[in-house]
């Protein structure tokens, strides 16, 4: 790399950490940190050299709501948070507030509808399927549109293990991330990152067996995972299937 | 000290420990909601920005690496991403809100001891006031370069320059 574009690297990361690289310049950049390691390490070095200035700002302690949030969206606790409890700012917020989450439970309510149609196909796959995890208590069964089986999943009481399948035809620069989708509406809660091949092992966050599970969900992700704990894009659902 | 209580929680919350996630939040979420207000001015936004950031650092504690400054500042960095993408996502800030926002007072900045901070402050000293006026209020405040014009009563082009000639002087003062 020559001193120019040394240069405008270094240009280029610091307006994206400060945050006035806007726009389709800023996706660009994000692409760039993706397919070039100087890139996402030059940012890496202003993200240290500016982001101590936060640290000026007299602390400000935010609302015991938000923690409570957290908790819930990580799938840490089993009850909902009531809307109505911890906004207090003002009637207008309240009313914009509660239009949102009722159309983003709809919206799951329709996935888990979707999911159903694909569980005529899995019981067909199940009959085929060796299950090698000693004392898996249920299954599940990716498939794509054409039906062909994309990944396997075997959930045993601790563990969710695995198996990406030879239809798989990963993309280099994204990731595959596995969701809950909870029968009560609630926000999808992440289960992690999906293998691209081989078998992987995701650990089994007490909730899962807590809660009813209408389906569970695939997403497609920027690298490292969704990066606002919500599923970008939805591209596949299963149901699970528990075994006698 | 600080930092290394927060890398041990850290460590721990890798492994999946939310007893040490509930002691990382208590201690940082007051740092990092600053932060976020300071950005986004209205509580709501302010909120779901902090939310999101810890979601994030929960499923990400792994990825932290040491050397590459202290774990509240790569937690900030976070929060200042997430505070970002709600500012595209809520893209017309009205003007009153703003205006509000235009209560950025250099004097009410804390006092700083950590040696990074140190460094960091002499070298923002160095700047021309213009340029550090034009930076704090990018980071501080979440200005767009053209927000900064309203503010700095300049030309863009003349805030485009002050703020790339302003990262590109701290960048040479903090690696010298």
Redesign the interface.
């Known amino acids: 790399m020559n001193y120019q574009s040394e240069n405008l690297k270094n240009s280029l990361a610091a307006e994206y950490v400060l945050g006035t690289l806007r726009g389709p310049a800023r996706q660009r950049f994000q692409k760039l940190m993706m397919q070039h390691s100087a890139f996402s390490e030059a940012t890496s070095t202003w993200e240290q050299h500016l982001n101590t200035l936060g640290q000026k700002l007299p602390p400000v302690t935010p609302d015991s709501s938000v923690w409570l949030r957290i908790e819930q969206q990580l799938g840490f606790t089993d009850a909902p948070v009531q809307n109505n409890q911890p906004i207090k700012t003002s009637e207008q917020t309240v009313s914009k507030v509660v239009p949102i989450t009722k159309a983003r439970s709809r919206v799951w309510q329709s996935i888990a509808g979707l999911a159903s149609a694909a569980a005529l196909v899995l019981a067909v796959l199940l009959v085929n399927l060796d299950t090698s995890v000693p004392d898996t208590k249920q299954l599940a069964l990716v498939n794509n549109e054409q039906t062909q089986l994309l990944w396997a999943l075997e959930i045993s009481a601790d563990t969710i293990s695995v198996q990406a399948t030879k239809s798989l035809v990963a993309q280099a620069n994204a990731d595959y991330e596995l969701w809950i989708v909870a029968a009560d509406g609630r926000a999808p809660i992440s289960l992690g990152l999906l293998p691209k091949t081989g078998k992987l092992s995701l650990s089994k966050p007490a909730i899962f067996d807590q809660i009813e599970i209408a389906a569970l969900a695939v997403s497609i992700e920027p690298l490292g995972g969704s990066p606002n704990g919500s599923p970008t894009t939805v591209l596949y659902t299963s149901k699970l299937v528990t075994l006698s | 000290m600080e930092n290394e209580q927060h890398l041990a929680l850290l460590g721990a919350i890798a492994q ?1 420990d ?1 007893k040490a996630f ?1 002691e990382l ?1 208590q201690s940082t ?7 976020s ?2 950005m986004l001015t209205r ?2 936004l ?2 779901e920005a ?3 950031a ?3 650092i ?3 504690a792994s ?1 932290y690496r040491q050397g ?3 774990v ?3 937690m ?2 976070i ?4 505070a ?2 709600v ?2 996502y809520n893209k017309v800030r009205k003007e009153s809100e703003f205006d509000e926002s235009n209560n950025f007072d250099i004097e ?3 006092q ?1 001891s ?1 040696a ?2 140190l460094l ?1 402050d002499k070298c923002l000293q160095q700047l021309d006031t213009q340029q550090r006026q034009a ?1 704090y209020l ?3 405040n ?4 053209k927000e ?1 014009v309203k503010h700095l009563n300049n030309p863009l082009g003349t805030i485009k320059s002050w ?2 000639r302003g ?2 002087s ?2 040479s003062c ?1 690696t010298s």
Do not use: P
Request: charged share 25%; glycine share 4%; aromatic share 12%.
């Open positions: 999946g939310k509930s939040y979420s007051q740092q990092l909601y600053a932060v207000l300071k509580k709501e302010a909120e902090l939310q999101e810890y979601v994030r929960w499923h990400n990825e590459k400054g202290s509240l500042t790569w900030i960095s929060v200042r991403y997430r970002l993408d500012l595209r009410t900045i804390e700083v950590d990074e901070q960091l930076i990018a980071y501080f979440g200005c767009s370069h900064v703020i790339r990262l590109m701290l960048q903090l």
